[in-house]
T-cell receptor, first 113, second 112 residues
Framework: DSGVTQTPKHLITATGQRVTLRCSPRSGDLSVYWYQQSLDQGLQFLIQYYNGEERAKGNILERFSAQQFPDLHSELNLSSLELGDSALYFC????????????FGPGTRLTVL | QKEVEQDPGPLSVPEGAIVSLNCTYSNSAFQYFMWYRQYSRKGPELLMYTYSSGNKEDGRFTAQVDKSSKYISLFIRDSQPSDSATYLCAMESGTSYGKLTFGQGTILTVHP
């Protein structure tokens, strides 16, 4: 157990809908990262927050947004969902803002029908 | 062309074999090199990380980085059925706030 928690574990929804994925980092970790894992693209970095501020952005779609709250938990919002958004979404956390060992959560499996 | 290339396998070996997993990369800015293990339906788990070139050993695992060739390897000695998983290499420049770039992953099966 990495100490990173993610909810829900599974999410099934329809195209055009909006969902929110939640992540709680390890105790004391200030940075949260979001990744998307699909069969064709592999594991891809989406976005990083450090102590409530956005620090780095990857190829995150405009339909996707994230935030980190004062208690350091983070949420990833996915809207206008398409079939191609079906994937595993992982959250990872680290102590600092630059590179540190990243601890991954168990992931949320999103299925868009 | 992807920044990090990794042979997806699958790789199947008998128990006790030495396993060699490899990645090549094109971005010379990468400074940190990691190997993650991912069991089915689980999150990636960090196995090894190295900074710059060189070797690092941890139990049955050895990581090697050759920056001149842009090539990294993970060796698993005395492989066990419990090593059956997907192995992902990952890299980071040290200036991108921890943004990891992953290889596609190699599926490894160790059969008894």
């Amino acid at each position: 157990d990495s100490g990173v928690t993610q909810t829900p574990k599974h999410l099934i929804t329809a195209t055009g809908q909006r969902v929110t994925l939640r992540c709680s980092p390890r105790s004391g970790d200030l940075s949260v990262y979001w990744y998307q894992q699909s069969l064709d693209q592999g594991l891809q970095f989406l976005i990083q927050y450090y102590n409530g501020e956005e620090r780095a952005k990857g190829n995150i779609l405009e339909r996707f947004s994230a935030q980190q709250f004062p208690d350091l938990h983070s949420e990833l919002n996915l809207s206008s969902l398409e079939l191609g958004d079906s994937a595993l979404y992982f959250c990872a956390s680290t102590r600092g803002g630059l590179y540190n060992e990243q601890f991954f959560g168990p992931g949320t499996r999103l299925t868009v029908l | 062309q992807k920044e990090v290339e990794q042979d997806p396998g699958p790789l199947s070996v008998p128990e006790g074999a030495i396993v060699s997993l490899n990645c090549t990369y094109s971005n010379s800015a990468f400074q940190y090199f990691m190997w993650y293990r991912q069991y089915s339906r689980k999150g990636p788990e960090l196995l090894m990380y190295t900074y710059s070139s060189g070797n690092k050993e941890d139990g049955r695992f050895t990581a090697q980085v050759d920056k001149s060739s842009k090539y990294i390897s993970l060796f698993i000695r005395d492989s066990q059925p419990s090593d059956s998983a997907t192995y992902l290499c990952a890299m980071e420049s040290g200036t991108s706030y921890g943004k990891l770039t992953f290889g596609q992953g190699t599926i490894l099966t160790v059969h008894p």
